[in-house]
């Protein structure tokens, strides 16, 4: 198989950003609401173990879809990676000691065969490796702007629509990440210290930073199934559009296979909409969990 490394890495990745995400939200939830938004938030939760169990999760998880990307598309690894939702829904109803139902079952098989056809039908090629700074700066001046106004109109919120703000602007963020971090691993590949006095390594920090920041206050802000969904369709839908647009990465768009496309991202978001409009889901994460089964992991 052509990519069968980097589809390997980036499921490795889905799975460590699944674990992150459940883990770190339920860490969020006993930290003040005026310390959103803010360093002050990040710093109060490096001081607790669960979170830096997810910390340790997501680590990895980057780690695994750099991997992943320096050896695959983003239009191939991103659709792959935001899979996540499919194993985070899981994974919290276990930590409550629930059972999935159908509903819940019908959601992740929708995400699941939903990517899985979409990636079949658009078989995404490798494009170019160093486009030009003209290309970049149309891509992600639009994106980023979009995302501080998520950011704004998040801040001036509480509760659900704050979440759901917050999800948009980290999903905007991380789509961004991707294509940088792809970008960034051709320059590693090539020559590191040309890579440590590059744009590309020091704007990759920076929207990880930001990224992380806007996405803990989005978990902090409510349940992960207020904020995951915007998430799952923006980060990988940046993701596509910056990587056919900068880096070159063609997708098939046949009319017949552009049916298939729109039919299962449709199935897709079907599934990312039954998971996280679940009476379950929603119910888990409105309680608290025990406070042993927070300290253990």
Do not use: N
């Amino acid at each position: 198989m052509r990519f069968g490394p980097s589809i390997l890495a980036a499921l490795g990745a889905a799975v460590s950003f699944a674990f992150a995400a459940v883990l770190q939200q339920e860490s969020t939830q006993s930290v003040s609401d005026d310390k959103s938004l803010s360093l002050g938030l990040l710093t109060e939760l490096l001081r607790r173990r669960q979170w830096l169990a997810g910390g340790a999760c997501m680590l990895t998880g980057f780690g695994l879809q750099a991997l992943a990307l320096a050896y695959g598309p983003v239009a191939l690894v991103q659709p792959i990676v935001v899979t996540e939702l499919a194993f985070a829904i899981p994974l919290g109803i276990l930590r409550r000691h629930r059972r999935a139902g159908r509903r819940e079952w019908a959601g992740i098989a929708c995400v699941l065969v939903g990517v899985s056809v979409f990636l079949l039908a658009a078989s995404p090629g490798s494009g170019i490796q160093e486009p030009d700074q003209g290309s970049w700066l149309a891509s992600l001046v639009p994106v980023g702007a979009v995302a501080l106004a998520a950011v704004v109109a998040g801040a001036a919120r509480r509760g659900p629509h704050r979440a759901m703000f917050l999800g948009a602007a980290a999903g905007l963020s991380f789509g961004v990440l991707s294509v940088l971090t792809k970008a960034l691993t051709h320059l590693l590949s090539i020559d590191v210290a040309r890579a440590f006095v590059s744009w590309q390594i020091y704007a990759t920090i920076a929207v990880g930073i930001v990224g992380l920041i806007v996405s803990q206050s989005a978990y902090q802000a409510g349940p992960l199934a207020y904020s995951m969904p915007f998430v799952g369709v923006l980060e990988p839908l940046v993701a596509v559009i910056i990587g056919d647009t900068v880096l070159g990465e063609q997708v098939r768009l046949s009319p017949s296979l552009f049916a298939f496309e729109i039919l299962a991202a449709a199935i897709a978001c079907a599934g990312i909409m039954l998971l996280t409009t679940s009476p379950m889901v929603l119910s888990i994460y409105e309680e608290r969990p025990p406070i042993e089964d927070r300290l253990a992991f």
